[in-house]
């Protein structure tokens, strides 16, 4: 299942290239090595993420992969995936490498929550069109693109511990001189992820975040009703 042929490609690289859904998800029952490199130093995850095949990362990126083997021009799929622009897979990487992070220091001491908790709410790595977390997502742009300043997002995502590698791959993506907006909108919506797949209150972590980083005056437009995870109950006035 794991055998190479003469360009160190194997099965699962090749189903991969050819984008064979079903193959792809056969190998990873049945066990097979995502984490094998081709003779250009790339594991499937680098390929997927250089053609942007948003499904075919999300099955890889599911099945728990490194996320930090780099290919023979020391890019992790992470680096791949900005280098081509390609900003969906950009943020569900990111989202991925928080989610496992996450999922690390959890398990220390709650070793039976995670699966209850995707069978609560499936895991995905994919953009969040859920009706349930609208109200904060509308909440989000509007502070992402009306009231945050050019580093304000940069601070709050020091602060939620985003990676320097993190940071600069959202940052990879320039569309004018407007573009911190945009940036900031896609670091809160990461963040939102870590957020609800943890169970904690969006409002509250938002409040606390910017109150800490000196963003005051948006801060005390956050209205807190309660620390649950109910989305309108966080506004911005």
């Known amino acids: 299942m794991n055998a190479q042929n003469q360009h160190l490609h194997t099965p699962f690289h090749l189903a991969v290239k050819n984008c064979h859904i079903p193959v792809i998800h056969t190998l990873l029952e049945a066990g097979c090595d995502p984490n094998i490199k081709d003779q250009m130093g790339q594991t499937a995850l680098h390929i997927a993420a250089e053609m942007g095949k948003v499904d075919v990362v999300e099955m890889i990126l599911k099945a728990g992969v490194d996320l930090e083997i780099q290919d023979r021009q020391k890019k992790t799929a992470l680096g791949v995936a900005a280098r081509g622009n390609i900003v969906i897979i950009v ?3 990111i989202k991925a490498e928080r989610y496992f992070r996450w999922k690390h220091d959890f398990q220390m001491t709650n070793t039976d929550a995670i699966e209850s908790l995707h069978n609560e ?17 509308d909440v989000i742009w509007d502070l992402a693109y009306k009231h945050l300043k050019r580093n304000d997002w940069k601070k709050l995502a020091e602060f939620w511990e985003f990676t320097v590698d993190q940071v600069a791959a959202i940052e990879e993506q320039w569309t004018g001189p407007n573009s911190f907006q945009e940036h900031g909108n896609r670091m809160l919506l990461i963040w939102l ?19 800490s980083v000196g963003i005051t005056k948006i ?9 649950n995870t109910d989305a309108r109950k966080c506004t911005v006035s």
């Open 91 to 93: 943020d569900m990487i």
């Open 121 to 137: 709410s499936p895991l995905t790595f994919k953009l969040d069109h859920t009706p349930d977390t609208k109200p904060v997502r």
């Open 219 to 227: 801060a005390d437009k956050i209205r807190m009703e309660g620390t």
């Open 193 to 211: 992820h870590g957020i609800m797949t943890e169970g904690s209150s969006p409002a509250k972590g938002l409040y606390e975040a910017l109150l």
